[in-house]
T-cell receptor, first 114, second 116 residues
Framework: KAGVTQTPRYLIKTRGQQVTLSCSPISGHRSVSWYQQTPGQGLQFLFEYFSETQRNKGNFPGRFSGRQFSNSRSEMNVSTLELGDSALYLC?????????????FGQGTRLTVV | AQSVTQLGSHVSVSEGALVLLRCNYSSSVPPYLFWYVQYPNQGLQLLLKYTSAATLVKGINGFEAEFKKSETSFHLTKPSAHMSDAAEYFCAVSDRNRGSARQLTFGSGTQLTVLP
């Protein structure tokens, strides 16, 4: 069974640009969550999608947005990039919304903003 | 809001020695608790999880953790460290009070170094 696939693995963008990151969950998983990992702030929850609906959102500005498609694949978008957006963005998928449900993480997309 | 504290951002042990990584949570209601491991340039891999079925939880790679409500702790242990255990370890909680919504709140992580 294929794991969670995130593309691209590495990305370099310029301040002010926008970026779209993609996440393909494990087959059969309907919940996708996104996290930002930085050395200073650690791992922070961005948002969670289930059945194409955003179910939960973390404390990030509106420049961070996401969506989920009918095949459960998800994308997140960051507009007007800032240097502080440089981070490892991790996507996790799970079978459902249960709070004890295991989340399987992808390898992440390393975004560098210059 | 839930919070997780991992005592010790860096822990060094000798190969074959006991590994003890500390995690304390803040909640009046015991949350669901998880330990994840992250190798360089990789995502997170679940080691084990506590969901109230048993206080002593066994995970992969010989790791286990004990839930202690009186101490609000969920420390991770392994009897004998192996060089391949060198990685960063994260404790995380999922808040039962959030109803149907779920998000993991992570600790700041503990970098484990295993010395030969």
């Amino acid at each position: 069974k294929a794991g969670v696939t995130q593309t691209p693995r590495y990305l370099i963008k310029t301040r002010g640009q926008q970026v779209t990151l993609s996440c393909s969950p494990i087959s059969g998983h309907r919940s996708v969550s996104w996290y930002q990992q930085t050395p200073g702030q650690g791992l922070q929850f961005l948002f969670e999608y289930f059945s194409e609906t955003q179910r939960n959102k973390g404390n990030f500005p509106g420049r961070f947005s996401g969506r989920q498609f009918s095949n459960s694949r998800s994308e997140m978008n960051v507009s007007t990039l800032e240097l502080g957006d440089s981070a490892l963005y991790l996507c996790a998928s799970s079978t459902g919304m249960g709070m004890n449900t295991e989340a399987f993480f992808g390898q992440g997309t390393r975004l560098t903003v210059v | 809001a839930q919070s997780v504290t991992q005592l010790g951002s860096h822990v060094s042990v000798s190969e074959g020695a006991l590994v003890l990584l500390r995690c304390n949570y803040s909640s009046s209601v015991p949350p669901y608790l998880f330990w994840y491991v992250q190798y360089p340039n990789q995502g997170l891999q679940l080691l084990l999880k506590y969901t109230s079925a048993a206080t002593l939880v066994k995970g992969i790679n010989g790791f286990e953790a004990e839930f202690k409500k009186s101490e609000t702790s969920f420390h991770l242990t392994k009897p004998s460290a192996h060089m391949s255990d060198a990685a960063e370890y994260f404790c995380a909680v999922s808040d039962r009070n959030r109803g149907s919504a779920r998000q993991l709140t992570f600790g700041s992580g503990t970098q484990l170094t295993v010395l030969p």
